[in-house]
C-alpha cells in the first residue's frame, strides 16, 4: 500500500493570488494524478503528474490554470493559479500503486480551498 | 466513454439494517470495478474491488458482484453500523490503457443508532 500526504490540508485564499499544494507518496508509485471535488460533488481528475515530464491535462483543464510538477517518483505539486470563488474545492492527490491487479489507486487526505 | 451511474443520496438507515446502493455502467469493453468510500473529513479509501465478470469484492462486511449482463455493480451490507456512515463512490475504469478511474455522484450513508 502507499500513504499519501498533503500540504496544506486547508486555506482561505484571496482571489488573483496563487496557491501551490504538495504531494508525497512514502513509495514510488507509477502515476500520480491530481482530482478536484467540489462540494457535494464527485471527483473530477484535473491531470495526470508525469514524472520529468510535462502533466498530461483532462478536458477543460488547462497549464495555465493548473501547472503541476512532479520532480520525482514520489512528490508532486498543483499550483492554482490567479483564483477565483469558483475554485473552492477540495483538492486531492492520488497514486498508482505497483502491485495488485489492477493496480490499487490511493488516495491523500485533500486540501480544502476557500478562495474569498 | 466509459460511465457511471450511482444511486442518489442521501440514504438514512437505522443500525443493523441491511444497504443496497445501486450502481450501474456503461463501457466498451469489460472495465475494472471499484467502491470508495469516504469518510467525513478524510480522503477516499478503496472498500472493495472486481476485474471480471461474476467477481465478488469483498471487504468490511461489504459485497458487490461484477454483472456483467446487467452492467452493474451494486453494493450491499446485511447489517449496517455507525460507523460505516460515510460517503461511497462507485468507480469503474475508462478502459484505457492508463486504466483512469470515473467517479459517480457518490451517496452519502447517514446510519443511526
Known amino acids: 500500500s502507499a500513504v499519501i500526504s498533503q500540504k496544506p490540508s486547508r486555506d482561505i485564499c484571496q482571489r488573483g493570488t496563487s496557491l501551490t499544494i504538495q504531494c508525497q507518496v512514502d513509495?514510488?508509485?507509477?502515476?500520480m494524478f491530481w482530482y478536484r471535488q467540489q462540494p457535494g460533488q464527485s471527483l473530477t481528475l484535473i491531470a495526470t503528474?508525469?514524472?520529468?515530464?510535462?502533466?498530461?491535462?483532462e478536458s477543460g483543464f488547462v497549464i495555465d490554470k493548473f501547472p503541476i510538477s512532479r520532480p520525482n517518483l514520489t512528490f508532486s505539486t498543483l499550483t492554482v493559479s490567479n483564483m477565483s470563488p469558483e475554485d473552492s474545492s477540495i483538492y486531492l492527490c492520488?497514486?498508482?500503486?505497483?502491485?495488485?491487479?489492477?493496480?490499487?489507486?490511493?488516495f491523500g487526505p485533500g486540501t480544502r480551498l476557500t478562495v474569498t | 466513454g466509459n460511465s457511471v451511474t450511482q444511486m442518489e443520496g442521501p440514504v438514512t438507515l437505522s443500525e443493523e439494517a441491511f444497504l443496497t446502493i445501486n450502481c450501474t455502467y456503461t463501457?466498451?469493453?469489460?472495465?475494472?470495478l471499484f467502491w470508495y468510500v469516504q469518510y467525513p473529513g478524510e480522503g477516499l479509501q478503496l472498500l472493495l474491488k472486481?476485474?471480471?465478470?461474476?467477481d465478488k469484492g469483498s471487504n468490511k462486511g461489504f459485497e458487490a458482484t461484477y454483472r456483467k449482463e446487467t452492467t452493474s455493480f451494486h453494493l450491499e451490507k446485511g447489517s449496517v453500523q455507525v460507523s460505516d456512515s460515510a460517503v461511497y463512490f462507485c468507480?469503474?475504469?475508462?478502459?484505457?490503457?492508463?486504466?483512469?478511474?470515473?467517479f459517480g455522484k457518490g451517496t452519502k450513508l447517514s446510519v443511526k443508532p
Open positions: 492520488s497514486a498508482r500503486g505497483t502491485s495488485g491487479s489492477p493496480y490499487e489507486q490511493y
Open positions: 513509495s514510488q508509485v507509477t502515476m
Open positions: 503528474a508525469n514524472q520529468g515530464s510535462e502533466a498530461t491535462y
Open positions: 463501457a466498451t469493453g469489460y472495465p475494472s
Open positions: 472486481a476485474t471480471k465478470a461474476d
Open positions: 468507480a469503474p475504469d475508462d478502459g484505457g490503457s492508463q486504466g483512469n478511474l470515473i
